[in-house]
């Protein structure tokens, strides 16, 4: 799953709960992940929301999870 999939699902009410069991990782790993490559919850916006630089947010969804998964271990 792309990482821009996961969270357009994020924002489109799919829960962390969700999305971390469909791909058999916990939750945490999954924000935590997310975390790292610049994305947060906005409580003000009531969505995920890219902080990383603006020049890396296209390439940055394009990424597939289980690849970064690959590089972590």
Do not use: P
């Not at 709960?17 to 999954?30: G, P, R, T, V």
């Amino acid at each position: 799953m792309l990482i821009g999939e996961i969270i357009q699902n994020l924002n489109n009410d799919s829960t962390y709960e969700e999305i971390a069991s469909s791909m058999k990782i916990s939750e945490d790993i999954l924000r935590n992940d997310l975390k790292n490559f610049g994305f947060q919850y906005d409580n003000k916006e009531k969505k995920v929301v890219f902080t990383g630089y603006e020049s890396e947010y296209e390439n940055t969804l394009r990424i597939c999870y289980t690849d970064i998964k690959k590089l972590s271990t």
